[in-house]
């Protein structure tokens, strides 16, 4: 098990930027996928981008690719997601989630539908 702890978000105007990070509890030397995910009001949960902390490229959904960078801190342990060229339709309340994986590349952990350890939400509303 591991603990996740968001901050971050808050709000912004379309074409802002917003910076959310996650702090994990546990040894730097485990290898996790550790992804974002966002739900927005009446919608399901989707995912925003992934990792796998052991290396490799990162995963990033359609809707957000090229405006949001997914990236892990100096000390393996932060998982920070910068959003550039925010979008009213990124409106959601975004949470991180990690899962320790020994293996693994940045599309598997997107991929990933049992993630067991999720940070507490941390609420982005962008305004036009």
């Known amino acids: 098990q591991v603990q996740l702890v968001q901050s971050g978000g808050g709000s912004a105007q379309a074409g802002g930027s917003l910076r959310l990070s996650c702090a994990a509890s546990g040894s730097a030397s485990t290898t996790y996928c550790m992804a974002w995910f966002r739900q927005a009001p009446g919608k399901e949960r989707e995912g925003v981008a992934s990792i796998w902390t052991g290396g490799g490229s990162a995963a990033y959904a359609a809707s957000v690719k090229g405006r949001f960078t997914i990236s892990q801190g100096n000390d393996k342990n932060t998982l920070d997601l910068l959003m550039n060229s925010l979008k009213p339709e990124d409106t959601a309340t975004y949470y991180c989630?990690?899962?320790?994986?020994?293996?693994?590349?940045?599309?598997?952990?997107?991929?990933?539908?049992?993630?067991?350890?999720w940070g507490q939400g941390t609420q982005v509303t962008v305004s036009s």
């Open positions: 989630a990690a899962e320790i994986r020994t293996a693994g590349s940045g599309t598997y952990c997107y991929g990933l539908k049992d993630y067991n350890n």
